[in-house]
């Protein structure tokens, strides 16, 4: 037996006399009363909004950047949005200022609570850039990829060179200062590890990290020769030194280079070939499946913004140039100061803008940018309002061609 369906056509009704059909009105509660002339297209709501959110979320699009908090003692808090930080800064709640290139606040009154998540810094040693990543389960906080320092070991070539070119001057003996305890390894790898360190510590100061996923970098070594395998490669004795050194501030996790690129599969991520390039994909990536894989989390970065770290080179112990002018003449050359400015330091000019404190010529004083280009020659110290002093210039990364400036980045604040 057959049996008839009918079809209906249903028409959606109109309201009034408004001429508005009735499936064109907002999904959300309220009375709101139509007008004519409106827009058939309806808003979106707060459910389509959310959902939009988590989309861009995923996708890995810019998302509200986070500011690292410290308490009224210095302590590190855990970290809270820009529009937050913003709102705190306006009631008078908190203040504003630049550590190691990056905006944080700092609270005027006392924290409901200091109870912090798990934090864990994800570091990739290189020969040429290394990277840091601070992350927690949910979120990425900073990060950073930082130039190796290269420059020891010709600087030590030189000194040597130097010193043996004195040796036929008649000059008293001048006894070893005891005070130079000496290394157990050569000044190049000792300043290539302390560097590592010495970010740690620029990162303890901003967020309160718990602990450490390092890749384990291994030399080639040699069967049944302890002693050779122990000490043969400044590699191996400068990562024992950093092991001890992190174990003293948390728990340090190490992975081999081949499980770093397994964890990179699992997690679905691409490394570009080009070392040098200033991307997340060139050295953080690595950085990011470390800290990722220690805290147990899944997904995707959501926060692929880079700070680009470089150490200053300073001439400590230099006097004077190395060829001497017409004359027989060498000017000075070396030190670390600039008519009582530390060089290097943070600084703020009139016409320069934010800058660094370079070398001196007369009673003037030179001034670069925070790429190191040299901005001026004839800068004079009473104009030159100091900020902060620093051997690492922490500058944000350029994306897509637009410099993250104060103008650009609306949380960034406007007295710089």
């Known amino acids: 037996m057959r049996t008839e369906v009918k079809s209906e056509t249903s028409l959606d009704k109109i309201r009034g006399n408004s ?14 009363k139509d007008r004519r002339g409106a827009s058939l297209a309806s808003l979106r709501s707060v459910s389509q909004q959310r959902r939009e959110c988590k989309h861009r979320y995923r996708t890995g699009l810019p998302q509200n950047p986070v500011v690292p908090v410290l308490a ?18 306006e009631q008078n709640k908190a203040t504003p200022f630049w550590l190691n290139g990056v905006w944080c606040i700092r609270l005027k009154f006392e924290p409901s609570g200091r109870k912090h998540q798990e ?21 990425i906080y900073l990060n950073v990829l930082a130039d190796s320092v290269d420059w020891v070991k010709e600087a030590v070539e030189t000194r040597s060179m130097l010193r043996r070119a004195r040796r036929d001057r008649n000059t008293p003996c001048r006894a070893n200062r005891r005070n130079r305890a000496r290394c157990a390894f050569p000044p ?62 948390g728990e340090p996790t190490t992975r081999a280079g081949y499980e770093t690129a397994e964890l990179r599969q699992r997690f679905g ?33 959501e926060n692929t ?72 020659q004839n800068a004079r110290p009473k104009d030159i309002k100091l900020l ?15 410099p993250p400036t104060a103008k650009a980045v609306r949380f960034l604040p406007d007295f710089l």
């Open 19 to 32: 001429g508005r059909l009735k499936s064109t009105e907002l999904t959300a509660g309220g009375t709101a």
């Open 72 to 89: 009224q003692d210095g302590e590190p808090l855990m970290r809270t949005c820009a529009s937050r930080a913003r709102r705190w800064i």
């Open 119 to 139: 934090v864990v810094v994800g570091i990739d040693p290189g020969s040429k850039r290394e990277a840091f990543t601070v992350a927690s389960k949910a979120h």
């Open 188 to 249: 190049s790898t000792k300043a290539r590890w302390q560097l590592k360190l010495r970010v740690v510590d620029h990162l303890r100061c901003m967020y309160p990290i718990t602990g450490y996923a390092v890749e384990d970098i291994a030399s080639t070594t040699r069967g049944k020769s302890a002693r050779w395998n122990k000490s043969f490669s400044p590699l191996e004795t400068g990562k024992r030194w950093l092991y001890a050194e992190l174990s003293k501030l």
């Open 269 to 301: 991520l691409l490394k570009t070939p080009e070392k040098m390039a200033l991307r997340f994909e060139a050295h953080n990536v690595d950085s990011w499946v470390l800290a990722k894989d220690t805290l147990g989390s899944t997904g995707r970065p």
């Open 305 to 376: 913004r880079l700070v680009h770290c470089k150490p200053l080179q300073f001439r400590r112990r230099a006097l004077h140039l190395q060829n001497p002018s017409e004359g027989n003449v060498r000017r000075r050359h070396g030190g670390t100061l600039s008519k009582g400015l530390r060089r290097g330091s943070l600084a703020k000019h009139p016409k320069h803008g934010l800058c660094t404190v370079g070398g001196t010529m007369g009673n003037r004083i030179s001034l670069h940018d925070l790429g190191g280009k040299r901005l001026c």
């Open 388 to 402: 902060t002093r620093t051997t690492l210039i922490f500058q944000p990364v350029r994306r897509n061609g637009i």
